[in-house]
């Protein structure tokens, strides 16, 4: 069942006189290789419906998510887990709240910490030595920082992160429930996650996933589910950080990547996780002790960058690395002959692979100001290596992951300047820090 996808193909196969948005009217656009999906490419009339209202074609489309993924409801995103993490953190949050908040975090929780004025407290993870990565968010660690704050009403975690670590988001919700909380996930990597068995989200309260990262969706695509809250209001929020006009393609390509997994397509990801565990096998990646998504491959290696760049001069182009890992997203549309290239790259390249070497663990700055305070004060733009002592007016992070290492309002000290230079961040690139009174 496809039941927007149907709408838009109905419309197009009717050869409508289009005297409505948008202007290429579904025959012409200078790029040839997009002229077939502008006829899907419309907007909001009688039979397509409105994403931020009540009716159909959404109501079915977003139910049979909700209904997948066992949430109360789904809305569809076309600005990515972004707007989701800004829809789901104002759905929950009022100005000036304390939010306990993972420091693994995205980004996009960071200025959504802005926009919403809201007051982090922040979870740290434990950092594991041997694999130069942090570990999963402990349980108990959740509940003694809720003990210490018990006037915080909303948690707010990444998992899986990047390199695929899982965290127990069951227990997690136990926890933040017996406090009378809720807690939010960012799964942006994990939207394929419960069609491979993997009950990564029971437990949240709110979870939002990247379909465009792991699932054969299009670009900008997520999806937010979210159990007992009113739907119009999920509605609401989300219209406020979407365009008012969300690309039925993209929509369209919600709706059918979720029939493609119904008919057989979570059967090829079972395949590809199976390919990811043989080369977990065979050669240095994250694996024992650790909860894993069963697609990611994080490599261990001796030098990231250098081994991204080999793989690239081999025409193989990893999604991220750091000095110690290079992390690849697996999916079935990688076909079995890639993963076979990517098997022979890896022996041929098996003396530059793991162990990692000694990585620093990343540490909390001091904090001077408010997020927010700091991300609208007036600003000055300097080489990083010239800011220690300096409070940053922007996030200092690394993308991707796009982790702040420094966050607006932080202070910039000698820890954090060696930081970066051990991690091999450019210190010479400019950073935006608070004008000096
Ligand atoms: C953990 C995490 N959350 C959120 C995002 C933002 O997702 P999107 O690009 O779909 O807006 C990313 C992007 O890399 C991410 O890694």
Not at 80 to 102: F, K, Q, W
Not at 130 to 152: S, T
Not at 257 to 275: F, N, S, T
Not at 278 to 288: T, V
């Amino acid at each position: 069942m496809t039941p927007l996808y149907d709408v838009l193909k109905d419309y197009a196969q009717k050869d409508p006189a289009r005297f409505h948005m948008p202007g290429h009217k579904g025959v012409f656009l200078p790029i040839p290789e997009l002229r077939e999906a502008a006829a899907l490419d419309v907007t909001e009339i009688s039979s397509t419906g409105n994403l931020y209202q009540r009716g159909e074609p959404f109501d079915s489309a977003q139910h049979l998510w909700a209904q997948r993924f066992g949430f109360d409801c789904c809305q569809f995103l076309t600005g990515g887990s972004t707007m989701g993490i800004h829809t789901a953190l104002s759905l929950c949050c009022r100005p000036g709240d304390e939010v306990l908040v993972d420091r693994n975090c995205h980004r996009a929780v960071f200025n959504a910490l802005a926009l919403l004025d809201l007051e982090p407290v922040y979870l740290e993870r434990p950092w594991l030595e041997e694999e130069g990565i942090i570990g999963h968010m402990e349980p108990e660690y959740v509940e003694k920082i809720l003990h210490q704050h018990p006037n915080i009403k909303t948690v707010c975690i990444t998992s899986p992160t990047y390199a695929g670590v899982l965290s127990d988001v069951f227990q997690i919700g136990r926890i933040v429930h017996a406090h009378g909380g809720k807690l939010f996930v960012d799964g942006a990597h994990g939207a394929h996650l419960p069609f491979l068995g993997v009950e990564a989200f029971q437990g949240a309260d709110l979870v939002v996933v990247s379909a465009h990262k792991t699932l054969p969706a299009m670009g900008q695509t997520a999806l937010l589910f979210v159990n007992g809250m009113d739907q119009d209001l999920v509605r609401l929020h989300a219209s406020i950080y979407g365009t008012s006009s969300p690309s039925y393609v993209l929509m369209a390509s919600l709706d059918a990547a979720r029939q493609w997994l119904e008919d057989g397509g979570a059967e090829a990801y079972r395949k590809a996780a199976r390919r990811v565990a043989a080369l977990r096998e065979q050669y240095p990646c994250l694996r024992d002790g650790l909860v894993l998504d069963p697609t990611r491959l994080t490599l261990c290696v001796k030098d990231g960058p250098a081994f991204a760049r080999m793989l690239e001069q081999r025409n193989v182009y990893p999604e991220m690395e750091d000095g110690g890992h290079v992390v690849l997203i697996c999916t079935p549309q990688d076909l079995e002959g890639n993963f076979d290239r990517l098997a022979e790259v890896l022996e041929e390249l098996r003396s530059f692979l793991g162990p990692c070497p000694p990585l620093p663990a990343p540490h909390l700055p001091q904090r001077a100001l408010s997020v927010r305070q700091a991300l609208f004060a007036q600003s000055e733009v300097l080489p990083l290596e010239a800011c220690e002592g300096r409070v940053a007016a922007c996030q200092i992070a690394p993308y991707p992951p796009g982790v702040p290492v420094v966050s607006p309002g932080e202070v910039i000290s000698k820890k954090e300047l060696a930081y970066f230079a051990q991690i091999g961040y450019n210190v010479k690139s400019e950073v935006r820090v608070i004008t000096s009174l």
